[in-house]
């Protein structure tokens, strides 16, 4: 339907601009010049400071923020250099139009791009995904990450053609990406756990022994990790809480919390003095009556 929308839009667009081209005059007086340009700013100005804000916590909603102030600086510069080209003004506004408002712009708009790229698509984990996983060089290189294919090579010992083959697997698999610098970096996942039944016959065995695995080492780490919370200090921390929700709203909750998750996750790109790898874990079930 929107689609349908856009197209009509355009269509009808197309002779309006046709009937503009033929009737606007070529110079026009208008009132409240004034305070159209300073209200165009105001607003030039609030989308600045609100994609700043939500673009620094990594937020969704700072993608249109930013394509709008990048859409707002762009006809900015187009006015600016239209309705000064006649004035003594002209060569000062194509300056600022090249030099400042298109490439802010420009950066607006790689900047939203990125927001959009790096956050982790949700995909179902498969059988492709347990090889990964259970792949001893694998782990080493992911968790060795990010780093050059030498400084691999010098790590695990292996060939580095060796380790630029593995890490070329590991992209192709979404697990790595190789930056213009050469480094190789490791990218965030987000599984959806696997319905047996829409597995393939002969891996169903293998993807419910995987999970029964994985969930045994879920069990032993919570063990570990209540036994030893006294140690943790500020690095430790637990929340236990029950909501009454529908299906909907118990999605909903589950994409705050990636969100959540992917902002805090993306807040440096390189490690930092102080960081630590914590475990984070997110379950929500109906539990048995009476247990809570």
Known sequence: ???????????????????????????????????AWV???????????????LGLRRRRAAVPLLVATATLLCCDAWFDVLLDWTSPDRW???????????????VLLVAANRLLVDRP??????????????????????????????DLARLTGQAGSEIATRLGALAADGYAR???????????QYFREPKLDE?????????????????????????????HRAEFGPWGRAHRAAARLTEPELRRFADDYRDLLTRHCQAHRHPVPGEREVAVRFYAFPPPPGTL
């Open 199 to 227: 597995i393939d016959e002969p891996d169903r065995a293998r993807v419910a022994r995987y999970l029964d695995e994985k969930y045994d080492r879920e069990l032993r780490l919570l063990a570990w990790a209540a036994g």
């Open 121 to 150: 698509r949700e995909r179902t984990f498969t059988v492709r995904d347990i090889e990964v996983h259970t792949d001893p060089l694998a782990g080493r290189l992911l968790a060795a990450l990010p780093s050059t294919v030498d």
């Open 178 to 188: 190789k930056g213009r610098d050469g480094k190789w970096s490791a990218l965030p």
């Open 39 to 53: 209200g165009f700013d105001v607003a030039l100005l609030c989308c600045f400071a609100g994609a700043a804000w």
């Open 92 to 106: 000062t506004s194509v300056a600022l139009a090249a030099c400042a408002e298109v490439p802010i712009a420009a």
């Open 1 to 35: 339907m929107l689609i349908v929308f856009l197209g009509g839009a355009a269509v009808c667009l197309a002779p309006w601009i046709v009937y503009l081209a033929h009737t606007l005059p070529q110079r026009f007086d208008t009132g409240q010049w004034r305070t």
